[in-house]
């Protein structure tokens, strides 16, 4: 009669718990927004990159944390992670932004490192650009107002990134500047109840829902 040896370890190639984390999983581009400067900023990318690092523990492939020496014994398997990490990176960027970073020869931080060295790169310039922007949009050059809100609120956010942060304040004074003759008295009701942007935005939401409705 056969007996079956209950010491026998388990097949590490089958066996889950010998996969690292970061290799289940199957689609980055579900977990994380495609960066692309405009919609997406940099700042905000960053974050929510640096939290999936953390949550699948390869956050020392971005953090300057020393790579195993090429003799070690634990470099063949760091090596095949970074190059995860690197394609997760390559995957959730706009064609625009591959096209300067990709590397094959480069490791994750490289990576990493050069796309922040171009969001940081003449910050001024950028900086004025986007500033002339900000305080020529106008409600009639965008296709709504929900449109108008939301091209405003992303130039706030890229003016963020090249640390020229605009307040909430100034946000909503913007807002009502660029407002046309048929939001005038809603931009007198913001003015007077001193609404803050989500206040503000809701307000001119529902007057155009009244306006719609007559």
Known sequence: MSTTNDNQPPNPT??????????SVSNIQL??????????TYSSWVK???????????????DGTPQPNSTAPTYAAWKEL???????????VS??????????????????????????????TRATALETQ??????????????????LKDL????VDVDHPISDSRLVLQLVRGLSTEFATTAQLIHA???????????LHDEVIRQESQ
Request: overall charge neutral; charged content about 20%.
């Open 82 to 92: 970074d190059a995860l990490v690197s394609q997760w990176i390559y995957s959730i």
């Open 156 to 159: 706030a956010n890229q003016l």
């Open 134 to 151: 900000f305080i020529n949009l106008k409600l009639a050059a965008c296709a709504s107002v929900d449109d108008y809100c939301q091209q």
């Open 14 to 23: 089958t066996s889950a718990a010998s996969l690292h984390p970061a290799y």
């Open 193 to 203: 109840q001193k609404a803050d942007w989500d206040l503000a935005r809701t307000m």
């Open 31 to 40: 977990k994380i927004r495609t960066l692309d400067g405009k919609k997406v």
């Open 48 to 62: 929510l990159f640096q939290f999936h690092a953390i949550a699948y523990k390869v956050l020392s492939h971005l």
């Open 95 to 124: 064609d625009e932004l591959l096209t300067q970073i990709l590397d094959t020869s480069a490791t994750a931080r490289d990576t990493w490192l050069k796309l922040d060295k171009i969001f940081h790169f003449n910050k001024q």
